[in-house]
């Protein structure tokens, strides 16, 4: 069966640091990934997508950045955080037989200082 | 404009009722719907999905779709306490590659 990991679970950061989140996928090959975000009472903000190796689309620009260096990892960065960054980060995959059907993983709340 | 309307509640319904939530959306050619269940600070859960007009049930949850009308709602019956949660419509709209666009979640708080 399919899995996918997300972590850390929690992070506090100072405004200005950096952010490394990481998201990976078991038990399928050639996923499509996402990175959402949820900001506190709101919906989710689809924010980057990948459809394989080194393939990112995104979809509101801003601070953040989005690498796909293994085919079922997806990793989440910026080079100073900003307060407004803060939130729940989750990260979705679908199955190649189902690209309609998105599946989250058990997020990251970021809280920026 | 992409949109997807949903009453944020909070929507109250006792124990053993039926609770209706309904989704408006923006654009008349879409063609696949989605509902999410989201409990308090966890991750969204896929509960269905419906792509034809009428009634899709499984479990406890019955999807209902109007093209025309452009809604789609979602029926619990007996409702129980560990139903309270947020609940996500999603559509995907035409054009967009396959992505989801959702609304802003109802909150539904089920009464023992």
């Known amino acids: 069966s399919q899995t996918i990991h997300q972590w850390p679970a929690t992070l506090v950061q100072p405004v200005g640091s950096p952010l490394s989140l990481e998201c990976t996928v078991e038990g399928t090959s050639n996923p499509n990934l996402y990175w959402y975000r949820q900001a506190a009472g709101r919906g989710l903000q689809l924010l980057f997508y990948s459809v394989g190796i080194g393939q990112i689309s995104s979809e509101v620009p801003q601070n953040l950045s989005a690498s796909r260096p293994q085919d079922r990892q997806f990793i989440l960065s910026s080079k100073k955080l900003l307060l407004s960054d803060s939130g729940f980060y989750l990260c979705?995959?679908?199955?190649?037989?189902?690209?309609?059907?998105?599946?989250f993983g058990p997020g990251t709340r970021l809280l920026v200082l | 404009q992409k949109e997807v309307e949903q009453n944020s509640g909070p929507l109250s319904v006792p124990e053993g009722a039926i609770a209706s939530l309904n989704c408006t959306y923006s654009d008349r050619g879409s063609q696949s719907f989605f509902w999410y269940r989201q409990y308090s600070g966890k991750s969204p859960e896929l509960i269905m999905f419906i792509y034809s007009n009428g009634d899709k049930e499984d479990g406890r949850f019955t999807a209902q779709l109007n093209k025309a009308s452009q809604y789609v709602s979602l029926l619990i019956r007996d409702s129980q306490p560990s139903d309270s949660a947020t609940y996500l419509c999603?559509?995907?709209?035409?054009?967009?590659?396959?992505?989801?666009?959702f609304g802003s979640g109802t909150q539904l708080t089920v009464l023992p």
């Open positions: 979705a995959w679908t199955p190649t037989d189902r690209l309609e059907t998105q599946y």
């Open positions: 999603a559509v995907i709209f035409p054009g967009s590659a396959r992505q989801l666009t």
